[in-house]
């Protein structure tokens, strides 16, 4: 009895956090970055809605039900990939949408040294005072974690140069 109330009050109620998780690492034998981002369903739907003219029918239990594709042109307006200064877009890979969460996993192909990359990653930002996205990257030499917040919304990666061209 105590289980379901406690299941139906966290229905009803928003969660107290504002909060994704993301990573960038790199895939040798794809030749590129694998990007994955973790976010709240609901607060995703309340970022889409912020952006986008979403059809009714797309919006059902607080979570977007909606064609995937807007997923990457979301993921590539909240986050910006500048890798040796050169922006890249993500290519959305999959997706799943959780009652909870929607995880979303998307490609940057690239292949040549990498010097440097520039994240900016402003998920949520203009919407929750408190949001903060968390940010990891991977590499052969280089293994770095972010936090991203309204106040904080860029990072240039300092990283120790990796050569991931293929040989």
């Known amino acids: 009895m105590i289980k379901l109330l406690a299941i139906y009050i966290s229905l009803i109620l928003p969660h107290p956090v504002h ?4 990573s960038m690492e ?5 030749k590129g ?3 994955t981002v973790r ?3 609901d ?12 059809p009714q029918e797309y919006i059902a239990d607080n979570t977007y039900k909606g064609p995937d594709d807007i997923f990457g042109k979301y993921i590539n307006e909240r ?3 500048k890798i040796n200064g050169v922006r890249y877009n993500a290519e959305l890979i999959e997706t799943e949408k959780r009652e909870i969460e929607t995880i979303m996993r998307f ?10 990359i520039n994240i900016s990653n402003t998920i949520l930002t203009l919407i929750y005072m408190d949001q903060v996205n968390l940010f990891i ?3 052969a030499n280089n293994e770095l974690a972010f936090r991203f917040t309204g106040d904080h919304s860029s990072e240039n990666l300092k990283l120790v140069p990796t050569d991931i061209t293929v040989k």
């Open 26 to 30: 790199y895939i040798p034998g794809d």
């Open 79 to 81: 986050i910006q990939v």
């Open 137 to 139: 990257y991977k590499d």
């Open 39 to 41: 976010m709240y369903s």
């Open 19 to 22: 909060v994704s998780m993301s």
């Open 33 to 35: 970055f694998r990007v």
């Open 107 to 116: 490609f940057i192909k690239y292949e040549g040294t990498v010097n440097n």
């Open 43 to 54: 607060d995703l739907l309340i970022d889409l809605l912020s952006l986008y003219q979403l």
